[in-house]
Every structure is written in structure tokens, then in C-alpha cells.
């Protein structure tokens, strides 16, 4: 019984090696202190912290951007580089500051999957950040201030995965 089991997990493990590009054995962005400062008549600043969790990488950096309050000045198609350019994020929807869903993108290298420069992998993951799950706010007629809760993480999961190709 034991040994059957231990047998699966084995196997298991083993596809889970495999596949170690694959969508769903890839660990998910994390997003923490975010903070949203919207100035009325002047500029909104955003800023959030990514890590990507992946054994590979296991790496860190800062977002910021600052837009026309009102406006919709913050990156959508395109995404915009963070402190460290290996990330890159963007708007994949908005409502407003309340409401939102980033797009975060990671390059690395995988010797697994080739030699140099085919060791390329862009992940790419979405992660929803709204209040009052992930955000608190504080308003008054002239500034509306947004933090993420420092006990909340908000979760990217990848959905797309490319690697550079022959
Ligand atoms: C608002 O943002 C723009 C563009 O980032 C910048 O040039 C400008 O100095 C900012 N204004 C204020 C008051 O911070
Ligand atoms: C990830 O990096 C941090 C800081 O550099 C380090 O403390 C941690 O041990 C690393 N974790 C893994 C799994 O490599
Ligand atoms: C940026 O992150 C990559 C991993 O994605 C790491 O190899 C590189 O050293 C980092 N660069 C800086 C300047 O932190
Ligand atoms: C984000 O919200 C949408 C709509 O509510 C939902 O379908 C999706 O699963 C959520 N994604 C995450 C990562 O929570
Ligand atoms: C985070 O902390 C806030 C305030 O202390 C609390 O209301 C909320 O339930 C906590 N959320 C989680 C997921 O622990």
C-alpha cells in the first residue's frame, strides 16, 4: 500500500519536473504594498512591490507610475518596467483606484529549456486588487489615499507562459 502510494507521488513528482514550465505548476506573483495617492486637479501615484516566488528567479522589485488624475494615462497595452526591467506591469482593467486588475509580466532564464539566449521564459500573470479585500482607503474632498492591507498578499496567477523558440 505504501509503496504504491510512494510509487505515484514519485511519478508525479517527476512530471511535475518535466513540465516545471508548464502554466499550472508555476507559482503565482505576489503583490504587496500597494498605494494609490489620487490628487484631484493633479497627479495620481502608484506604486506596488512584485516577487515572484519561482526557485528559479526568486526575485523582487518595485512598481511606480504616476498619471493625470482622471485621466487615462497608465499603461494598458503596453506594459511599463519596474525598478528591476526583468518585470514589467500594466492595467489589464480598470474601474478606478478602488478597483483594478495588473498585469505583471517576469523575464528570466531556465537553463532547462535550452542553451543561451533559448533559455528565455516570460511569465505572465493578473492579479485583482480591490477594496475592501486588498485595499483600504481614506478620502477627503481634495485626495483619496489607498493602501493594500499589510496582512493581505494579492496573488498573480500565471496564465500565459512563451519561450523563445529555435
Ligand atoms: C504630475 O506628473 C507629471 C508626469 O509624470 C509630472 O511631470 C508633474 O511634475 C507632476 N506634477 C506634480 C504636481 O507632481
Ligand atoms: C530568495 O531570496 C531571499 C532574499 O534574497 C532569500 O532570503 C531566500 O532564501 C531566497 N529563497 C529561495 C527559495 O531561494
Ligand atoms: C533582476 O532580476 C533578475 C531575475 O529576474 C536578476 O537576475 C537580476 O540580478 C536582477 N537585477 C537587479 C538589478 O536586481
Ligand atoms: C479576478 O476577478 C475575476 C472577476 O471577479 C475572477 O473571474 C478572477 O478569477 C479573479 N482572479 C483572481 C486571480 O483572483
Ligand atoms: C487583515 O487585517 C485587518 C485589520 O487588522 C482585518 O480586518 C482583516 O480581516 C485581515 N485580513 C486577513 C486576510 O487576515
Request: proline share 6%; glycine share 4%; aromatic share 14%.
Amino acid at each position: 500500500m505504501h509503496a504504491i502510494t510512494f510509487t505515484f507521488i514519485l511519478s508525479g513528482l517527476f512530471t511535475a519536473t518535466i513540465a516545471a514550465r508548464a502554466v499550472t505548476t508555476t507559482p503565482p506573483f505576489e503583490v504587496t504594498r500597494a498605494k494609490i495617492h489620487q490628487v484631484q486637479g493633479c497627479n495620481t501615484t502608484f506604486e506596488f512591490m512584485v516577487y515572484d516566488p519561482d526557485p528559479l528567479t526568486n526575485a523582487t522589485a518595485k512598481c511606480s507610475y504616476t498619471w493625470k488624475t482622471g485621466s487615462s494615462a497608465y499603461p494598458q497595452a503596453e506594459y511599463s518596467p519596474c525598478s528591476n526591467s526583468s518585470f514589467a506591469w500594466n492595467m489589464a482593467s480598470y474601474e478606478d483606484i478602488y478597483s483594478f486588475v495588473l498585469g505583471i509580466e517576469h523575464v528570466f532564464t531556465d537553463p532547462a529549456i535550452g542553451a543561451y539566449p533559448y533559455d528565455e521564459v516570460t511569465n505572465f500573470g493578473k492579479a485583482n486588487v480591490s477594496t475592501p479585500d486588498s485595499l483600504w482607503c481614506i478620502a477627503d474632498d481634495e485626495q483619496t489615499l489607498c493602501e493594500q492591507h499589510v496582512n493581505v498578499t494579492v496573488k498573480a496567477p500565471i496564465y500565459a507562459t512563451i519561450a523563445k523558440r529555435r
